[in-house]
């Protein structure tokens, strides 16, 4: 159970709310790098923390993103003319840098002052790992550029994607901590007795918290003496990563893999989740063709998206596009994909879930953990410190575990040396 000013203080991302003002001292995602494919190409909107953006790629390649208003008149700037390294509002011809400076204003007599005091809200911006990212904070306490693991891999061995969630993205975060539910939830008969991860539904929970968050294990009974040990990484502020090493038995065809998500708010009602995937072996690739399949497999590849969109088919206006006959004989929710069986649950708990009424378990020791790091740091930023987390040096070295071990085995000294980033 969680008070409810704790639950406001966490999901009110907007300027000036506990949780948006800590989530503007990080690195996030603004938008996929392939959403901005051109020089000079067509702007996009983007909407972030509350605030609604433009982004665009200028005449050198480097990405902007600007307030999505002129400052003149409040002109949206989606309608701009993007050209010589900057975007024109076509309503007065107020042309921007990237650094929101405005370097044009045609409507003013030469050598007006006006231009040299004018400016438009500007977010610095970097592209790694094919995301646009961006820092919405204070300038003079910027951190360095983002490095987890998964950003330091090549192209050949790296695959991202992203999807809207209908909802805060507390529920996406605390349903990606939570791995009792993979038991349950994404069970089957195709694979409940071959997936390591649904073999055990009351699995033993161990978190340890780090400088960047914390690791935290399920550690399930695999029978014969042996246990699975499966260790996953939270790192502050929204991402989460897991192991798939032993991978899914069935389909689609194994490939030792790291994946997870970034849950970054929109705004307090929606949010964007990114997903990437990737392998830490020089010598196996992932295959476009891999990651489209395993994209499908979870419910989020290109048919299961409404055209143009970043939507999925199967959402609360469909029901998921349940099949009650399939969760009598073959599936425990009767609704295809993994992400998808997630987005049900976590969508229609509401808009916001109040935690006041919850109940909380032994397993939910990950989620109780989260909340208390995440209201620790939206006070250490209103008095002025560091949250955990910001720097490079804290996380590049995390990376997820997985591994059938002796039940009496000292894993923890095995995973240090094996789960260790190798990018």
């Not at 005091?117 to 550029?145: F, H, L, N």
Request: contains cysteine.
């Amino acid at each position: 159970m969680l008070k409810y000013e704790d639950n406001e203080r966490l999901i009110r991302t907007g300027a000036g709310s506990p949780a948006g003002e800590l989530f503007r001292r990080y690195w996030q995602p603004a938008c996929l790098a392939s959403e901005l494919p051109d020089a000079d190409g067509a702007p996009l909107r983007v909407r972030l923390l509350g605030e609604d953006l433009i982004a665009f790629r200028d005449s050198n390649g480097d990405v902007a993103l600007l307030d999505a208003f002129c400052p003149h008149r409040r002109a949206p700037m989606f309608f701009g003319r993007n050209e010589e390294c900057g975007l024109r509002c076509v309503y007065h011809g107020w042309k921007f840098d990237k650094n929101g400076d405005c370097v044009d204003m045609p409507s003013e007599p030469d050598g007006s002052p006006l231009k040299a005091r004018v400016k438009i809200k500007s977010y610095p911006c970097m592209e790694k790992g094919g995301i646009i990212w961006t820092y919405m904070g204070p300038a003079d306490q910027r951190p360095a550029e983002p490095d987890y693991e998964w950003l330091r891999a090549p192209d050949t061995h790296c695959f991202v994607s992203k999807t809207l969630q209908d909802s805060n993205y507390l529920q996406g975060l605390e349903g990606g901590l939570d791995t009792a539910h993979v038991s349950f939830l994404h069970s089957s008969k195709q694979n409940n007795d071959l997936h390591l991860a649904t073999s055990d539904g009351a699995p033993q929970i161990e978190v340890d918290v780090t400088d960047y968050g914390y690791t935290y294990s399920s550690i399930r009974n695999a029978g014969d003496g042996k246990s699975y040990v499966r260790q996953y990484q939270y790192i502050m502020p929204f991402q989460q990563m897991r192991s798939n090493v032993l991978g899914h038995a069935g389909k689609p065809p194994e490939v030792p893999k790291i994946d997870g998500h970034v849950w970054v708010p929109i705004d307090d009602t929606q949010t964007w989740v990114y997903n990437f995937m990737y392998t830490y072996d020089a010598s196996t690739p992932l295959s476009r063709e891999y990651a489209l399949a395993y994209e499908h497999y979870a419910g989020r590849g290109e048919d299961d998206m409404i055209p143009g969109t970043f939507i999925p088919k199967a959402n609360r206006s469909n029901d998921y596009m349940i099949d009650r006959e399939k969760q009598k004989t073959t599936s425990f929710t009767g609704i295809a994909g993994i992400n998808t069986q997630d987005f049900a649950l976590q969508e229609c708990m509401g808009t916001f879930v109040d935690r006041t009424k919850e109940f909380l378990g032994t397993t939910d020791k990950a989620i109780v953990s989260m909340r208390r790091l995440l209201l620790e740091a939206t006070r250490d930023v209103e008095q002025g410190q560091k949250p955990r987390g910001l720097e490079p040096s804290d996380y590049r070295n995390a990376r997820a575990h997985d591994k059938i071990v002796d039940s009496n085995a000292d894993w923890r000294s095995i995973f240090a040396d094996e789960g260790a980033a190798r990018w």
